[in-house]
T-cell receptor, first 111, second 112 residues
């Protein structure tokens, strides 16, 4: 059974801090690792990582994948209150085209 | 840009009632999915479809049915609602196999 584990499950930081979120996975036919941000409603897509060691960046967010050690990290620098959300990690099993989701990292940024 | 649209946003059902959760997408995506999300848990796949007329079970299909008569629509049906089906339901779509999934805003369903 495909498995995705995220840590820490929740954290509280001050504005301006840097946050590092971890995601490890065990997937039979691994293809890609995806990160989503979920505020009140729909998860919104952040990154899809397919190749090991290549960092993807979008503003203050960045992510990287290690396919040898089977994990990914999501970094948020200079955090703002608008970064408060649950960050979901999902691993794509290309054999059945299913996403296996972790439980999420709940991030609270206080002013 | 409408994207993935789900209706209703909220619903309360009594045990044993039935209902259909609607999902439509205007991005001409081939793949569509239904997930449920329980508090503190990741999303669990209920059913998915790779195109009109084709559906398949996910991890937690019991108690649900789906149909896919058009590319745009992918309704989820609960025939005999049970308290264990209280959850937030998300519909998603993707262009093709292996592409990122895009989610609707969800339907919060309570069964009492």
């Amino acid at each position: 059974e495909d498995k995705v584990v995220q840590s820490p499950l929740s954290l509280v930081v001050h504005e301006g801090d840097t946050v590092t979120l971890n995601c490890s996975y065990e997937v039979t036919n691994f293809r890609s690792l995806l990160w989503y941000k979920q505020e009140k409603k729909a998860p919104t897509f952040l990154f899809m990582l397919t190749s090991s060691g290549i960092e993807k960046k979008s503003g203050r967010l960045s992510s990287i994948l290690d396919k040898k050690e089977l994990f990914s990290i999501l970094n948020i620098t200079a955090t703002q209150t608008g970064d408060s959300a649950v960050y979901l990690c999902a691993a794509l099993d290309y054999g059945n085209n299913r996403l296996a989701f972790g439980k999420g990292n709940q991030v609270v940024v206080i002013p | 840009n409408a994207g993935v649209t789900q209706t209703p946003k909220f619903r309360i059902l009594k045990i044993g009632q039935s209902m259909t959760l609607q999902c439509t997408q205007d991005m001409n995506h081939n793949y569509m999915y239904w997930y449920r999300q329980d508090p503190g848990m990741g999303l669990k796949l209920i059913y998915y479809s790779v195109g009109a007329g084709i559906t398949d079970k996910g991890e937690v299909p019991n108690g649900y049915n789906v149909s896919r008569s058009t590319t745009e629509d992918f309704p989820l049906r609960l025939e005999l609602a049970a308290p264990s089906q209280t959850s937030v339901y998300f519909c998603a779509s993707s262009k093709d196999r292996g592409q990122p999934q895009h989610f609707g805003d969800g339907t919060r369903l309570s069964i009492l």
